[in-house]
């Protein structure tokens, strides 16, 4: 049989804790408190048995959504930054031409990756320590290092394989 549950008194009690689990997430104050009040307004319609769990389960969930998505947003202002640098007006053609080149090489390597690979190497790029990386994750911190590694490798050979591709191609 289900309880009734006062949502006040809920909210007044668990509200800190759970910005001060997403603030840990995603490392921004007022983004933290924004997704903790997303995450109430979802119960409010959901209505769960257990909130407390759900709550914090979805404010995971959410967390991993904004992480990827800031992600996905870093990797398009690259983009556009270097897009940008090659709009320019060219002070050395050729200079410009190799540039291009390289960043096409990069991005075709990029893309050989698996998301998860891409993730971690552009967090890792990004300035994030392994602990914020394997919070945005969701992989242990002793994973991260590993992890990271394989992927600069794998980012690494991807990279030599499209050199040599593009060579034998000339």
């Given at each position: 049989?289900s309880?009734?549950i ?14 001060r689990?997403l ?11 924004d ?6 307004v979802?119960a409010?319609?959901?209505?769960p048995?257990?909130p ?12 991993r959504?904004?992480?990827r ?14 897009e ?5 007006a060219?002070?050395d ?11 096409r ?6 893309d050989t ?5 891409r ?15 394997a919070e945005?994750t ?16 794998r ?9 040599e591709d ?5």
């Open positions: 049989m309880t009734a006062d949502w006040d008194a809920l909210y007044r009690s668990t509200l800190p804790d759970l910005v689990f603030h840990r997430k995603v490392w921004d104050a007022e983004r933290a408190r997704l903790a009040q997303e995450v109430f979802r409010l319609r959901e209505r048995e257990r407390r769990a759900w709550l914090f389960t979805v404010a995971a969930n959410l967390a959504d904004e992480a998505t800031a992600v996905r947003r870093r990797r398009h202002l690259t983009l556009l930054k270097a940008a640098e090659g709009a320019r060219p002070d053609p050729a200079e410009d031409a190799e540039r291009a080149e390289r960043v090489q990069l991005r075709a390597a990029l990756l698996s998301e998860r690979d993730e971690i190497l552009l967090l890792w790029d990004a300035g994030l320590d392994y602990r914020e990386i945005r969701g992989l242990s911190p002793k994973a991260i290092g590993t992890t990271l590694a394989r992927a600069r490798k980012l690494v050979d991807a990279h030599a394989r499209g050199e593009d060579a034998a191609h000339r």
